[in-house]
């Protein structure tokens, strides 16, 4: 029985998720319904790898949504040796109200000047866990709709997105929270970024202002959460508060949206997403493919240069176009998008949200 389930469900996912009609506001959620019997054999997979080194752990389809097997909605101690799998525990600790909706991390702590702040929230990254709670299943959200081949080098899969449950455990509270109460959530992002504002004195008039990263993982899945996240940054600038906002995005409609401080469309997008761009005039954030860099030293000043010139040649821009992230940030911001910076993973992300970059180079990373 359960092994004629769980070919069911391979079946589903090697295939794709279907679009499932929501009521209202969330019609264009891609979902899949999961049988809660097949659910829960996965669960108890995933929770048998918690005391196992990563090599000997059991594997899953790229398809799957990324569960932790040391999860915190798990009700056993995995260092006890407790490995069963109580369900309606991990709902109700899976549909607990996120502890925030922004953060930080050391990335984001690299970035923005001595007045700005800068802080980020993220969902689920491609494949994301939901218990709908009006229906009473569990449901697979993809939550990275416009993916193509960014899905090979993601790094929102790696590091530190997966390594640790509580970065796992937050996420998909957050999407669960917004997915279920979408109301409750827009109206806790406004209070938290409210309060956030005022403890850096992010007031009109003032020099200290507040950047917000909408998603340094997942991606604007649904129009919804666009527009919640435009209401509430146009809230708070209405109310007086300083706050800017910037995302990375591989959804055509979001980034032609005008909505949102800045958005830079990502390279590695699905064919459908870059026919829909079509000839719109937008910024890009590239991948700088690792051949150009592999054998250069990002702290060598002649490597430094060598990348630099590589990079013209590979990509055509404009001489003396492309620079540095250190360039950059010996230039004082005019406003107007002009240059195509190169990032490395030592840098912060200011070239995200600057108003003088045309486009964000990224090396891999």
């Known amino acids: ?143 990275c709709p416009g993916a193509g081949s960014c899905r090979a080098i993601c790094y929102a899969l790696k590091g530190n997105y997966i390594q640790y449950a509580n970065s796992y455990d937050l996420m998909t509270k957050r999407l669960n929270y917004f997915l279920n109460d979408p109301e409750g959530y827009e109206n806790q992002a406004y209070i938290e970024l409210k309060k956030i504002a005022k403890r850096h004195k992010a007031l009109k008039g003032y020099k200290p202002e507040i950047v917000i990263r909408w998603n340094d993982s997942g991606d604007f899945f649904t129009k919804e959460y666009l527009d919640m996240a435009d209401r509430v940054i146009n809230r708070l600038n209405d109310e007086g508060y300083n706050i800017k906002d910037y995302a990375y995005t591989k959804v055509a409609d979001v980034a032609t949206s005008g909505k949102l401080g800045g958005i830079k469309f990502s390279q590695g997008a699905n064919k459908m997403q870059m026919m829909k761009i079509g000839d719109n005039e937008i910024h890009y954030s590239y991948v700088v493919p690792k051949e150009l860099f592999k054998d250069l030293d990002f702290n060598k000043l002649d490597d430094e240069q060598e990348l630099i010139k590589r990079v013209d040649d590979f990509f055509k821009f404009p001489k003396g176009e492309v620079i540095t992230y250190d360039d950059m940030m010996g230039i004082k911001d005019k406003g107007v998008p002009k240059y195509h910076v190169i990032v490395t993973p030592n840098d912060g992300d200011d070239a995200a949200f600057r108003d003088d970059v045309m486009n964000v180079l990224l090396t891999q990373h």
């Open 1 to 143: 029985m359960f092994n004629k389930m769980k070919d069911n469900i391979r079946l589903l996912l090697r295939e794709g998720l279907n679009e499932i009609d929501y009521e209202g506001k969330f019609s264009d959620v891609k979902t899949l319904c999961i049988p809660h019997n097949v659910l829960v054999e996965y669960l108890n997979d995933v929770r048998a790898n918690a005391p196992l080194d990563t090599a000997e752990r059991k594997k899953f389809a790229a398809k799957y949504p990324f569960l932790h097997a040391k999860s915190s909605f798990f009700k056993g101690d995995w260092k006890a040796g407790d490995l069963t799998v109580d369900v309606d525990d991990f709902i109700k600790n899976m549909t607990k109200k996120p502890s925030n909706i922004f953060n930080t991390n050391e990335k984001i702590l690299k970035s923005g000047s001595r007045n700005q702040f800068v802080y980020k929230t993220g969902i689920p990254a491609f494949r994301g866990l939901i218990y709908n709670q009006a229906e009473n299943k569990f449901e697979v959200i993809n939550t």
